[in-house]
Each structure stands twice: as structure tokens, then as C-alpha cells.
């Protein structure tokens, strides 16, 4: 019996270089790039109601304060790469041959989304309060002070995720030959 040797499609050996060809597999078509887009804008428009940057009453208003710079900055770099690991692992799940747990697609972008939102600075810290008595207290202070952080480890998580889609997709792509060397 023979052994198979996989190898990749690609022939660079470079781990960058992978990671831009799965970046340009997945948003070479279309649909992908509106759905990343459209994931985006609408983490965008939550993220900042939430954080009282964006009113839409009585007027259409953005406000951004001197002292919510970096957030702002965070929840944009977020919002971005949320786009991006929902669009990469819904072609993932539409295009992988390989059976794929459901729990995979549970990735850093359900934890980007909870943690990157401040619940304390919104009507979302009344309802914690209200419904969590002193757990909710508790769950909006501290989300109140670590905010900057948890935008940091949401960041870190959705980095960790597209490298984790980018390897699925890379192993998807590797090329399978008889091993002759027996």
C-alpha cells in the first residue's frame, strides 16, 4: 500500500502567504464581501448606539468625545474583522468537504461581539442591573473597567479565529500524491 503525501497548492512555504490567498479564495466572489460588509456596518451601528456615539433621534447625529478616541478605534478594527470571520467561516461551511462540528463556527466572534460592547455606558447595564440584581451589578462595573482590555482580547480572539479558518482552509487546499519513495 502506498503512502500519500499531501502538499499544498501553493509552493511558497511562507504562513503569510497562505493567509492572503484564503483572504483572496473566499473574497473573490461577491456574495462574501457584501456579507462581510454588511456584518460590519451593522456591528458598526450597534457597537456605536451602545457606546452613545450614534443617536438617531430627532436627528441623525454622530458625536465622537475626545475621550472615546480608542474605543472607537477598537470597535472599528473589531467590526472589520467580525466582517471578515463570519464571511470566511460561512465559506467554510458552504464549501468544506469535510464534516465540520457546529461548535467550530463558535469562535472568537460571539465573544468579540458580548465583550467589545460596553453594557455599562448603555440602557444594556439597566437591564443587566434590573434582571441580575447584584450579579448585574457586578457584570456592568466590571465591564465598565475593563472595557479597553476586552476590546483588546475580542481583537485577539477574531485574529486568532481567521487564523484558525485561514488553516482549515489551507488544509482543504492541499493536493493529495502517491508517495513513490517506497
Known sequence: MKEEKKTPISSSPKPQRAFILTFKMVFSTWPYVIISVAIAVTFWIVSSIFDQLLFFYPIVIFYLPDDAFV???????????????????????????????????????TLSVLSSTCASCSSLGFFLISTLGAAGITATSFLSNYQTPLRLLSIALLIWAYYSISGKLTKSCMKTYPN???
Open 180 to 182: 513513490s519513495s517506497k
Open 71 to 109: 474605543g472607537f478605534i477598537l470597535v472599528n478594527i473589531t467590526a472589520m474583522l467580525l466582517g471578515i470571520v463570519v464571511s470566511m467561516n460561512i465559506y467554510v461551511f458552504r464549501h468544506s468537504k469535510m464534516k465540520i462540528n457546529t461548535a467550530s463556527f463558535f469562535s472568537g466572534s
